[in-house]
């Protein structure tokens, strides 16, 4: 199994012009790496609605931030052979994109995809190694998600912060995989019939 990782970006705004103010990934083992982004020459958006939301002063990021380059290729380098996984892929790839070009780097040279596939996955993986058939894994599969999709919505609310939200979504996906373990610790020990 390739090593996955949770990453999350909080931006300037949601604007079509918006760029990466921070980022943080997460491993399931629990390491992980987080950084506040200074704006690249050109990077001017900026929604003070936004700033209120993640807190983050574009004077912190100029005066703390590391160099918008420096993050994304050692995001390159951390995360190369890693399996990426965000709660919202299409916004946060929009970020991961502006990172990577803005650094010189080709925009996909990193990929994201959504944390429900992620669970997907686990659930399956873990249906699978405990010999369920591959027809009863779907089905059995579907309504752990939809479960799992009902659970989310009592979750905190996003801290609209990277590292915090990777983690919850890291989180998410480690509940996916102890409902299936725990799924089939149920079934062994019903009665064939």
């Known amino acids: 199994m390739s090593r996955i990782a949770f990453l999350d970006f909080e931006a300037s705004s949601l604007a079509k012009t918006s760029y990466p103010i921070e980022v943080a990934w997460v491993f399931p083992d629990g390491g992980s790496e ?40 050692h995001m390159l380098t951390a995360l190369r052979d890693v399996t990426l996984y965000a709660s919202a892929p299409s916004w946060d790839g929009q970020w991961l994109s502006r990172l990577l ?21 686990v659930i399956l993986d873990v ?23 009902v659970e989310a919505r009592d979750d905190p609310a ?28 149920e079934d062994v020990g019903r009665p064939a019939g």
Do not use: M, N, Y
């Open 127 to 149: 249906l699978a190694a405990g010999g369920v058939a591959p027809a009863a894994r779907d089905a059995q599969a579907g309504k752990l998600l939809a479960a799992l999709r």
């Open 158 to 185: 996003a801290e609209h912060r990277a590292l915090s939200d990777a983690q919850r979504e890291c989180r998410r996906w480690a509940r996916a995989r102890s409902r299936a373990e725990a799924l089939l610790r």
């Open 101 to 121: 070009r803005a650094a010189g780097l080709p925009r996909h040279a990193l990929r994201l995809r959504a944390t429900a596939e992620a669970q997907r996955r």
């Open 34 to 73: 987080s950084f506040l982004i200074r704006p690249a020459p050109g990077w001017t958006d900026w929604a003070p609605e936004a700033e209120a939301v993640h807190g983050l002063a574009r004077e912190r990021l100029a005066r703390e931030g590391a160099a918008h380059d420096w993050v994304a290729l």
